[in-house]
């Protein structure tokens, strides 16, 4: 089998596999359980080892994304057309930026996958044989992880993030009348499909019971051996605490700035020789040669 992305079914027949050379990592869980909060950490933490990163997510697209408010806000899809508008979705995001993302090497983090779509069908109609065909054109991700909580945790944090909506509390379903007994019912339900893909589909799964930085530790070991490979050629660090990255990421300096800087240090090595002027080129050139050698994003090829 040739290396390179995989699909879930007949894929994209003008797509050559080994063309692409990204990670596709996507990031699973109920609503409100903190993917996108973990999402962001990622990011700056892969952008300060030098990597591409294009962050990807449910009802994003250009073309969809006000279609599909629309149409929730007004209470009324069924269950066709919810699935419809999700796949349209997807599919504009995978032409758009999914796929030429990973043609150049970038790592792709999915806030949210088609999984989401197969635990909310499943949710509404036990026969998923519809819509996974519907989702055949999805490449395989390299890496998926699963922020697993319990219904009892996770009211808490939705309740905090600002409450329960129509769709996150399957109101179209009639579990109930009450939308916080709706949601309960609901979620339990998506939790048990998830866990159910957890098996098939080998999901990574992490307890997000857990705080913010244990579970942003844990998503960064088990991505950091998704991106190796066998070859091993991402960046070794020792795991940052959960917040440093944003101090690490604003203290980097452009190349421009710090060429600028070299040449004035040379300048001053020139005008007033010593060994203090020497001592300052030398240890600015160690500080900025790992960034001055590699000027291009590091790709994944």
């Known amino acids: 089998m040739p290396k390179g992305i995989k699909f879930f079914g007949e894929g994209l027949p003008y797509l050559k596999p080994s063309d692409f050379k990204g990670k596709l990592i ?36 250009n073309l969809m994304r006000k279609t599909i ?15 419809l508008l999700y796949a349209t979705d997807f599919a504009d995001r995978l032409e758009n930026q999914i796929l ?47 922020l697993r909580i319990d219904v009892e945790n996770l009211i808490p944090q939705v309740i ?26 609901y979620q339990k ?6 866990d159910k893909m957890a098996e098939e589909y080998s999901f990574e799964v992490l307890d997000a019971r857990r705080t913010v930085q244990e579970i942003q530790s ?26 440093s990255a944003r101090g690490e990421s604003s203290r980097r300096a452009s190349f421009g700035e710090i060429e600028s800087r070299i040449q004035s240090i040379e300048k001053e090595l020139f005008q ?5 002027a020497r001592e300052k080129l030398e240890e600015t050139v160690q500080l900025t040669d790992g960034i001055l050698s590699s000027r291009n994003i590091t790709s994944l090829s």
Request: net charge negative; aromatic share 10%; with cysteine.
């Open 26 to 61: 996507a990031i699973e869980g109920s609503d409100g359980v903190g993917r996108s909060t973990q999402i962001d950490l990622l990011e700056e933490w892969l952008q300060v080892q030098g990597y591409g990163v294009v962050v990807t997510g449910w009802t994003r697209s």
């Open 272 to 276: 007033r020789s010593g060994e203090e």
């Open 160 to 185: 905090e993030a600002g409450g329960m909506n129509y769709w996150e509390s399957g109101m179209d379903l009639h579990l109930s009348d009450n939308i916080f007994d709706s949601f309960k019912k």
């Open 218 to 243: 844990d998503l960064r070991e088990r991505i950091e051996k998704a991106i190796r490979g066998p070859q091993g050629n991402m960046a070794t660090r020792s795991l940052p605490e959960v917040r």
């Open 189 to 194: 339900i998506l939790i048990e499909n998830y």
């Open 100 to 146: 030429p993302a990973l043609r150049s090497g970038f790592v792709v983090l999915a806030d949210r996958y088609i999984y989401t779509a197969f635990a909310r069908d499943a949710a509404r109609n036990p026969d998923m044989r519809w819509i996974k065909d519907v989702f055949g054109f999805a490449p395989v991700p390299d890496l998926v992880c699963y």
């Open 69 to 83: 408010e629309m149409a929730k806000n007004g209470n009324m899809l069924d269950r066709m057309t919810f699935s």
